[in-house]
Structure formats: structure tokens, C-alpha cells
């Protein structure tokens, strides 16, 4: 039986490299840093370093922290961080050229984000961010290939 990589806690953690779109490269090649998991950040921090990783390219890494803050969080709140780890994964499949997969994390992100759309926390473009993943929806619909802009965060 072939062993499986597993982390610090004995969980079973895939431990090949991976490259800025989270895909992963075989063993020994050069890959980018991978975000640190179960990590607490403020929500300013999150979106800070959510757009710096949307900004370098990098929105599977992005989504990794809005995860971390769906998931620490309880009440209300836990749907605008799921909502904004789904539009990044949506990014994410746009940019690989998974049309069918952009389409359903995109739209499902839109609609997890909507309750926060009159009155957005943390000066979240709800609004904004809602318009930019329906045009990318659209646009992927359409094509194999797209070539989104990067969303601003805040407004």
C-alpha cells in the first residue's frame, strides 16, 4: 500500500508543490509558497492579504485565507467569507480554462454574498464584486479561455 503524505497532526495533506493557480507540480519542482492553514486573521488582514495574492496572480491562495475565515467564524458572517473563497475559486477555474467550474463557484459566491450587498462590512464592494463575477460568468460561458480583470475587494 503506498503511503500518503500526511501533515504535523497525522491528517492526510497532499505535500506536492503546487503553482500560483494551486495545481500541483510534481515532487521536487519549484512551486509557490503555499498559505499556512487554520490561521486567525482580523478581517481587514483577510481582504489585505486576499488582494495581495489576487494581485500577484494568485487566487487559489487567495481563497486559502477567505477559507480560514469562514471557517473560524460562526453567525451570519460565515456566508460573505464563503461567498468571497467561492469567487476566488471561480477566478481560479476561469484562469485554468475550467469554464463549467467558473460558472458554478462564481455564481454560488454571488448569491452567498447577496445578504451583504445593502450594507457591506469592512468596506467590502459587495456590489462591485457581484457585477465583476457575473461579466466573468458570462464571458466564461462563452469562451474556453478568458482573461478576467482582478477584483478590487474594497471599495
Excluded at 107 to 120: A, D, L, M, Q, Y
Excluded at 145 to 152: A, D, F, G
Amino acid at each position: 500500500m503506498e503511503s500518503r503524505d500526511r501533515d504535523d497532526l497525522g491528517r492526510a495533506r497532499n505535500a506536492r508543490p503546487r503553482d500560483g493557480l494551486g495545481r500541483p507540480l510534481p515532487y521536487g519542482a519549484d512551486g509557490v509558497p503555499r498559505q499556512p492553514e487554520g490561521v486567525q486573521r482580523s478581517p481587514a488582514d483577510t481582504l489585505v492579504e486576499a488582494q495581495e495574492l489576487l494581485d500577484a496572480g494568485r487566487p487559489f491562495h487567495a481563497h486559502e485565507v477567505f477559507e480560514d475565515a469562514w471557517k473560524s467564524i460562526d453567525g451570519p458572517e460565515r456566508e460573505l467569507w464563503r461567498g468571497l473563497a467561492q469567487l476566488a475559486v471561480g477566478l481560479t477555474h476561469a484562469l485554468r480554462g475550467n469554464g463549467t467550474g467558473a460558472v458554478a463557484l462564481l455564481e454560488r459566491g454571488v448569491e452567498n454574498i447577496e445578504p451583504f450587498r445593502v450594507e457591506p462590512p469592512y468596506g467590502i464592494d459587495v456590489a462591485g464584486l457581484q457585477t465583476w463575477a457575473q461579466t466573468l460568468a458570462a464571458e466564461a460561458r462563452e469562451r474556453v479561455r478568458v482573461e478576467p480583470e482582478i477584483p478590487r475587494l474594497t471599495g
